[in-house]
């Protein structure tokens, strides 16, 4: 049940850091954090996933 509250309290914490910075990279989140990027990917996937965050896509035109 631990592992749940840490699991829980690094979910909490990156979406802390996009209320208040905004969008952002893995990798700055990452820096913040302490958190591996892939780590910081799979969060922000499972987020998605639990609808407690948007994904946005970026499109570039060449």
């Not at 302490?34 to 970026?58: C, H, N, R, T, W």
Request: charge should be positive; hydrophobic fraction near 40%; aromatic fraction near 8%.
């Amino acid at each position: 049940m631990a592992d749940m509250q840490k699991l829980y309290e690094k979910k909490e914490k990156i979406l802390s850091i996009i209320e208040g910075k905004g969008p952002s990279f893995p990798t700055r989140i990452s820096k913040e954090t302490q958190i591996s990027p892939l780590f910081v990917s799979a969060y922000l996937s499972e987020l998605v996933a639990e609808k407690k965050l948007m994904q946005f896509v970026l499109l570039l035109e060449k």
